[in-house]
């Protein structure tokens, strides 16, 4: 909603908003754009009458003070994904990205490839990439990027968002059961990945995995549009590929065991080395499916690979937020177990013989209903030790998972304990790695650890 308000914005409209909590970076980039913004919802806020409320999909249902406002009023309202769709991404070539993970930094690296071959893109991304440093802008005709999301639109409209943005170019990364707090069963979100296919047209092209049977069945439920292929998004391999019924075949060879080196090829041509600063094989995938998708808008590979190598990537995605003598501070925002996973294994291949500690807390609807509860005993394999956060949120114990753990495992309900855990544990005997992961502020716990590293009690 903040990078909607930023295009409208940008777009020459007078814009203000309102939501439960601000934070960065949204909340900066709004200051920066001279947009007032509101902690909570009270009508007050509406008088005078705005020409229109953009609602969005959270903590807004009927009932609502706000929302009871604005209908007893005859306030003229939409939801956000259906103002994008007709006021922005009308008319545009939308190259759009889906999936349950790698969607914010697919996105990202799609729109820093078109950026750096000179078509200005327009892009919507649920994150900030460093390469832009705001979330959201314009652009030029016709190309514009944006993430798109299977959750909900709104109170008013219970498709998930992406029916409304029409791509031309579409990329599905993976399709896990996420969202428990909306979709019932896989089968309801594949459901909706269905309705989305209805919408791109025949001349499009739709970047797919090749081992992915949750995204197969919602192609096999009909699909009119040319599909490539990628394989290696789910699992590390030492060979991905991408391959098109028309016969084209890319293939990530020579990929290093951290994923920040591979060699694109096309057939059996390779078109140069990729050394790049993002780490894991799931980054490889990702790369492979924003060439592909910026190859179907007229961007040539060598163009794209030489644009990846100085991909910046995103904040809050495996950022490094701090370096404290031997220990690195890292803000991520794994949201899955499987998101957990890959992002730890990454950290792992590349720092083989470093202490890595996981601290989680399990913020999204999904994991705080405790769906996923099951896998959440294995996904931190790769570090040497997790600690968990049992925020208000959460609904369920979470020391049933600190007992399941293959990992030594904790649980605490005290930010300032665990800080203070943290920053008192032994000196590593090489480097240490924190890992912050967390879909929300998570109470401020990466400067305040930071700051308790440089001067503990």
């Known amino acids: 909603m903040g990078s909607l308000a930023l295009l409208a914005r940008e777009s020459g409209l007078r814009v203000s908003g309102s939501d439960k909590a601000l934070y960065p970076p949204m909340s900066d980039q709004l200051a920066a754009a001279d947009i007032a913004v509101y902690e909570g919802f009270d009508p007050a806020q509406l008088n005078p009458a705005p020409d229109l409320v953009v609602i969005g999909n959270a903590q807004l249902p009927r009932g609502h003070a706000g929302v009871e406002y604005i209908l007893d009023n005859a306030i003229p309202y939409t939801s956000g994904a259906e103002w994008l769709g007709r006021h922005i991404l009308s008319g545009r070539w939308v190259l759009a990205v889906s999936g349950t993970h790698g969607k914010t930094t697919t996105a990202s690296m799609l729109a820093h490839i078109l950026d750096r071959a000179g078509l200005n893109p327009g892009f919507l991304i649920g994150g900030v990439p460093k390469d832009f440093g705001i979330s959201a802008r314009l652009g030029s005709q016709p190309f514009f990027v944006v993430e798109a999301d299977e959750y909900d639109t709104s109170y008013f409209d219970r498709r998930s968002k992406f029916v409304h943005y029409r791509p031309r170019t579409l990329v599905i990364n993976n399709l896990e059961y996420d969202h428990a707090d909306i979709f019932p069963d896989l089968a309801s979100i594949q459901t909706q990945f269905h309705h989305l296919l209805r919408t791109v047209p025949s001349g499009g092209l739709i970047v797919a995995p090749e081992h992915d049977e ?84 007229g961007v040539p590979p060598e163009v794209a690979i030489e644009a990846l190598e100085s991909f910046q990537g995103v904040t809050r995605r495996h950022e490094l937020i701090a370096e404290i003598g031997n220990i690195s501070v890292y803000d991520d925002f794994a949201h899955h177990p499987t998101a957990i996973r890959t992002t730890l294994q990454g950290l792992r291949n590349r720092f083989a013989a470093d202490e890595i500690i996981a601290v989680i807390e399990p913020r999204s609807h999904t994991m705080s209903l405790g769906t996923l509860r099951d896998e959440l005993s294995t996904c931190c394999a790769a570090a040497d030790s997790v600690y968990w956060f049992r925020g208000e949120n959460i609904k369920w114990d979470l020391t049933e998972v600190v007992h399941a753990s293959v990992v030594r495992a904790t649980m605490d309900d005290d930010l300032n304990h665990l800080i203070r855990t943290l920053t008192m544990l032994p000196p590593p005997k090489h480097r240490r790695h924190i890992v912050i992961m967390s879909n929300g502020g998570f109470g401020g716990i990466h400067r305040k650890l930071a700051e308790s590293l440089k001067s503990p009690a």
């Open 214 to 297: 949750a995204v197969d069945q919602v192609l096999r439920m009909g699909c009119w549009t040319p599909v490539a292929r990628v394989r290696g998004n789910q699992r590390p391999r030492k060979v991905a590929q991408v391959s098109t019924d028309n016969g084209e075949l890319w293939h990530a060879t020579s990929v290093s065991s951290d994923g920040s080196r591979f060699t694109p090829q096309l057939k059996d041509t390779p078109l140069g080395e990729v050394k790049w600063g993002q780490l894991g094989h799931h980054n490889v995938a990702n790369g492979l499916n924003a060439i592909a998708a910026a190859r179907h808008a």
